[in-house]
């Protein structure tokens, strides 16, 4: 979700209340601490969360936002699938039942583990179209055009999403893309019965849906919001579909879609050619990786920032005593939110994609530099984000959707994909079904000026012909001696990275079971603006006051990103899964 937060990404700023939420040790893992949230934060009571325990199995799991997706994965999963052949068929599943998130009009990133130990990262993020300008957003005078990067075609990046299933299933799946393909298509002709979380979604852009003619003939009915029980069918989607079916990615790049897709573009002021969708390509680069406390974490590297700087929040975070504070404590969340900061400082300034920039992961990284960094923390006093500059010192040179699978050989596929906004730029190109990225925005439209999710970042991200936009998408996977522990990721922009962070460290450190890890309400501190964005429940009246003092800066929201996790409970070997409780339509499932 964006920072400026439009209101139809479905975030609303409320006033906190009080909680009841106090820390347990991490010794009682499976058990709730004695917190509640707020009923206004969600569906959801202090006496629902206190019993919140995830989905077990035995065998296989899948945990998406959307229950159709979910039971997709698990059916390809029992013909004999493995853990890449069911992400593949869930991300096509998605594109259909899960329209605002899901795509193939996108792009994103996919960490997989093999049960042999190996560790993958793909990347099939958008690019930036090859009659891109670094300054296409700015007017006469300098000045960045609002609406210009999320609401125009001129906002759409070159879709990645066709080429990365593709890239995946031929490389390590099992089944031929016929097989995992047809849930998707049938689930688009046929349609399916929408459920309260579809609707939910769905009503926070009907407005926008009615603009436009071929968008209201299938998200309206007849004109009219969709309500619970009604019937959603995507013909043409089916039918773009179908075409990949028989064609794969070369009927997606070189073939009628990519074709209609530059038509629209080029008929609405965009900048789409049919050469942008020939010379896409996808890349597999080895993950980022970090210890912490006996944990491995596994996660993205550039073009996303996600690994990097989940990483350098954990190694900032590795001497204290979490655990021994509490969840929610004054003295954890004063912590955790001055290491996001420093760490957002630095993920602002130095990444971008590595075929354009250098990266300093390995500096950033180093023991030397977080203990340097770390070392600026005040006990009692909040750093203001003004005083904090990236930490290597000046630059040389110039809501998507999560889901996690893991199969009965013990591979694990973690996957975060997006078309940024809300059905993303909220249009669809002709007949072809689907709507288009607006990832554009993502890039800096100008340096210093903030993006819509608040981001204020440099050169190193500006736009560049060809380039992929940095990116907070962090599908991640967490080891445990060498053994699969976790699988886990959110969307929600720039709060992805609290999120799958949050989600860890709730079970690590504060004890919870992985329901509880991702149901407990979050904060996010970004570096600008200095402000700490969190949801209510987290902090007791008392304890704000007193972070409040210390010169910490609160906003409330009802919720963000939605985290959809898998956890391999180390003392039963069965795996739990957890459907976040901020997507009520979506599943965990295994057998």
């Known amino acids: 979700m964006r920072n400026a937060f439009p209101a139809w990404v479905a975030i609303a700023i409320l ?14 893992r499976h058990k709730i601490p004695r917190q509640a949230l707020d009923a206004t934060a969600a569906p959801t009571t202090m006496a629902a969360l206190a019993k919140a325990m995830p989905v077990t199995a ?6 998406s936002a959307q229950h159709l997706a979910s039971q997709v994965g698990v059916d390809i999963l029992k013909q004999g699938g493995n853990a890449v052949d069911a992400a593949v068929a869930v991300g096509y599943a998605l ?17 997989v583990h093999l049960a042999n130990g190996r560790n993958l990262f793909l990347d099939f993020r958008e690019k930036a179209p090859l009659k891109a300008t670094p300054t296409m957003y700015q007017d006469a005078s300098g000045n960045v055009i609002p609406g210009k990067s999320t609401g125009s075609y001129l906002g759409v990046g070159v879709p990645g999403t066709v080429m990365g299933m593709d890239a995946a299933l031929k490389k390590y799946g099992s089944m031929p893309l016929q097989q995992v393909i047809a849930p998707a298509i049938k689930l688009a002709r046929d349609g399916f019965v929408l459920q309260q979380g579809d609707i939910n979604i769905l009503n926070e852009r009907v407005k926008d849906f009615a603009k436009y003619p071929n968008v209201a003939a299938t998200f309206l009915n007849h004109g009219k919001p969709y309500v619970v029980g009604d019937r959603l069918r995507q013909p043409q989607l089916a039918h773009t579909l179908e075409l990949i079916e028989k064609g794969g990615a070369r009927a997606f790049y070189r073939g009628s879609i990519a074709r209609k897709v530059v038509a629209a573009s080029q008929a609405q002021g965009g900048i789409l050619s049919m050469k942008d969708f020939a010379d896409y390509s996808v890349t597999w680069d080895k993950p980022v990786s970090c210890d912490y406390h006996g944990y491995t974490i596994v996660s993205d590297p550039p073009p996303s920032s996600g690994g990097t700087t989940i990483c350098q929040i954990l190694q900032i975070l590795k ?8 969840y929610g404590s004054v003295n954890s969340v004063h912590t955790m939110i001055e290491a996001e900061r420093r760490a957002f400082a630095d993920r602002n300034t130095y990444l971008g994609d590595p075929a354009f920039v250098k990266n300093p992961i390995d500096k950033l990284l180093s023991p030397q530099h977080v203990a340097a960094m770390r070392a600026t923390i005040k006990p009692d006093k909040a750093t203001p984000s003004s005083e ?12 998507t959707t999560d889901y996690s699978v893991v199969d009965q050989h013990g591979n694990a596929v973690a996957v975060t994909y997006t078309i940024n906004y809300l059905f993303g730029v909220g249009q669809i190109a002709g007949d072809t079904g689907f709507f288009l990225n607006n990832e554009m925005d993502d890039f800096t439209s100008k340096p210093g000026v903030p993006n819509s999710f608040g981001l204020v970042q440099g050169r190193i991200n500006q736009i560049e012909p060809g380039k992929r936009p940095l990116s907070s998408m ?17 969307p929600g922009g720039s709060t992805i990275i609290s999120t799958t962070l949050e989600s860890f460290l709730n079970v690590a450190e504060f004890g919870m079971n ?3 890890a991702v149901d407990a309400p979050r904060l996010h501190e970004q570096w600008l603006p200095d ?3 969190v949801e209510p429940g987290l902090l007791t009246a008392a304890a704000q006051r007193k972070l409040e003092g210390m010169g910490h800066h609160f906003k409330a929201v009802k919720s963000w990103g939605a985290d959809e996790a898998i956890l391999v409970n180390p003392e039963t070997g069965l795996l739990e899964g957890a459907n976040d409780r901020r997507r009520p339509a979506g599943l965990a499932a295994g057998y």
């Open 95 to 111: 594109a259909v039942v899960h329209p605002c998130c899901g795509n193939i009009g996108g792009g994103g990133f996919m960490v």
């Open 388 to 399: 904090i500059k990236g930490s290597l010192g000046p630059v040389e040179g110039t809501n």
């Open 514 to 516: 992985m329901q509880q």
């Open 58 to 63: 035995k065998h296989a799991m899948v945990v």
């Open 15 to 28: 006033a906190a209340t009080p909680a009841t939420w106090a820390a347990q040790s991490s010794s009682a």
């Open 319 to 326: 001497p204290y005593p979490l655990a021994q504070w509490g």
């Open 531 to 533: 402000q700490v964005f």
């Open 474 to 490: 962090s599908p991640t996977i967490v080891l445990r001696d060498g053994k699969l522990f976790m699988v886990t990721g959110s």
